[in-house]
């Protein structure tokens, strides 16, 4: 599989501040995904990042919130806006290059901690 | 939307033994069920996954099986070690590319030496 490169790994902010995560992949992938992780949680999906369009948010998640970038097809940025010590959770890209390769591989997670 | 449900939260088994975790999804079209593994602090890896066109997958110690019809499947370790403690998500989505998976609540898999 591919290799996502993640980062920052971790991050403490301040409440009303943003903090805008970057991944980076070795090859191609057709698809991106944002999902927030709380500790000893499953993970939820946030929004898909569509390459050249707006991203697909799910239920419960707003553009204004968590506005996304996919300016090409190996990278993506994830910018959680005006945060509250509710943010604070672990955020994870994960790529799927399509077709017939159907894994999903993540990026390492940002651990973030607003105060 | 799909549903997974994930059994049990929590499983302790002696070294040496089976741990089986079981899974159950709500919709019929989904056709491609994988296993994360996810250490401590770590990303989840992809340990086995398996399509709706075949019934149970092996590789080593891992297998996993496919009840199509019951819309369930099942992840079996046998000769647990203790490197296999971790967290263990099932997933399920529609497709063979690019659709959204839906993980499972998660399995905490403890190995007691």
């Known amino acids: 599989s591919a290799v996502i490169s993640q980062k920052p790994s971790r991050d403490i902010c301040q409440r009303g501040t943003s903090l805008t995560i970057q991944c980076q992949v070795d090859?191609?992938?057709?698809?991106m995904f944002w999902y927030r992780q709380q500790p000893g949680q499953s993970l939820t999906l946030i929004a898909t990042?569509?390459?050249?369009?707006?991203?697909?948010?799910e239920s419960g998640f707003v553009i204004d919130k968590f506005p996304i970038s996919r300016p090409n097809l190996t990278f993506s940025t994830l910018t959680v806006s005006n945060m509250s010590p509710e943010d604070s959770s672990i955020y994870l890209c994960s790529g799927v290059r399509g077709a017939e390769n159907t894994e999903a591989f993540f990026g390492q997670g940002t651990r973030l901690t607003v105060v | 939307g799909e549903n997974v449900e994930q059994h049990p939260s929590t499983l302790s088994v002696q070294e040496g033994d089976s741990a089986v975790i079981k899974c159950t999804y709500s919709d019929s079209a989904s056709n491609y069920f994988p296993w994360y593994k996810q250490e401590l602090g770590k990303r989840p890896q992809l340990i086995i996954d398996i399509r709706s066109n075949v019934g149970e997958k092996k590789d080593q110690r891992i297998a996993v099986t496919l009840n199509k019809t019951a819309k369930h499947f099942s992840l079996h370790i046998t000769e647990t070690q203790p490197e296999d403690s971790a967290v263990y998500f099932c997933?399920?989505?529609?497709?063979?590319?690019?659709?959204?998976?839906?993980f499972g609540t998660g399995t905490r898999l403890t190995i007691i030496p």
């Open positions: 990042a569509n390459q050249g369009s707006e991203a697909t948010y």
């Open positions: 090859s191609q992938v057709t698809m």
């Open positions: 997933a399920a989505k529609k497709g063979f590319g690019n659709e959204k998976l839906t």
